[in-house]
Every structure is written in C-alpha cells, then in structure tokens.
C-alpha cells in the first residue's frame, strides 16, 4: 500500500489545503493528514478542533485519514510506516524553506518529498492571511470550505 503524509498546521484548513489532500487521495493508496502538535505557536484552533474539521472537510473522501503528531515528522513517518510526504509549492517563494525541510528529511530518515504546484486560484492563499482578513471582515467566501466559514466567523467574534 502506498502511503503518504499531508503535514501541516492547517490553522484552520483551506480549500488550498483542500485541493493538495484530494490530488493526493488521487494518487496514492493512502493519505494521512497529519496535524503538527506546537505548544510553542499560537493558534486560533486546538488540535482537536483542527482534526475534527479536517475530518468534515475531507470525508468525501474514503482513502484520507486524519492524526496528530507532536515532535519530528520523520518520527511520524517511521511510526506509521510512512516514506513520502507531499505538500503543495504555491510560489517561489515557499521553494526555499520547502526544499531544505525536504533535504533534511531526506538526509534524516530518507523520508522523499513530492511537491504539488498548487491550483493557480489558491497560489496567493494561507491560513494566516485568512485569519487575518476575516479578523477585520474581510469576505473569505471561497478560500475556506463552507464549514469552516463559520466555524471562523464565530471564534473571530469570541474574541
Ligand atoms: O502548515 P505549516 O505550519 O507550514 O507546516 C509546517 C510543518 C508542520 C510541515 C513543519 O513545520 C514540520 O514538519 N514540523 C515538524 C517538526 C520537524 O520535523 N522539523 C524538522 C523539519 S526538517
């Protein structure tokens, strides 16, 4: 079976997010969508409600699993019996910081990376930049999947 993990902070998932775990599902046997556990980083969602929308979003899909993990993805990786990650590259400017997380992991584990060119309608997309236009009412219709819309509005108005 041909495994891959999808990791990430997905604070929250967007449909960016979204279109990199569905081309995934279609490549692989298996995707496992794994949320980084950072005590360090501040986020609008816990872990578990990031897993739990994850779920929701991605349920369409029967080969898609969603887990947590705290510490090295390598770790991750050869816990679950995983040898391939894949993320989505959105501009040059990802390349850099991706590619030395790809070699290190390479040289860590000889875990390889697969890059996805992400859908031009998602290249200018982040969880942060989502946050930060819904935070001051901006209209993110689109650039989250519906259930997470308002899912946001309504933790931005706890606030
Ligand atoms: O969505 P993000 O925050 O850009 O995802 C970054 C993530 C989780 C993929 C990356 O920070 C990661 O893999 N962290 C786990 C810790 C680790 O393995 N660090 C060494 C990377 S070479």
Do not use: W
């Not at 990786?77 to 995983?82: E, L």
């Not at 993320?87 to 850099?96: I, N, Q, T, Y």
């Amino acid at each position: 079976m041909q495994r891959v993990v999808c990791p990430g902070s997905f604070d929250p998932v967007t449909n960016g997010h979204l279109d990199i775990i569905g081309r995934a599902a279609g490549i692989y046997d298996e995707v496992i969508v794994a949320v980084l556990i950072n005590v360090t980083k501040h986020s609008l969602f816990t872990v578990d409600e990031r897993v739990e929308m994850l779920g929701q979003v991605t349920s369409r899909y029967g080969n898609v699993k969603i887990d947590r993990f705290h510490g090295l993805l390598v770790d991750f990786c050869a816990t679950n019996g995983i040898t391939a990650v894949i993320k989505g590259l959105r501009a040059v400017s990802d390349f850099e910081y991706e590619m030395q997380m790809a070699q290190m992991n390479y040289r860590l584990a000889k875990i390889e990376t697969l890059f996805v060119t992400t859908n031009p309608q998602y290249s200018f997309l982040s969880s942060s930049l989502v946050k930060e236009i819904a935070l001051y009412g901006g209209d993110v219709t689109g650039l989250v999947p519906e259930q997470i819309l308002g899912r946001l509005q309504a933790r931005l108005a706890e606030k």
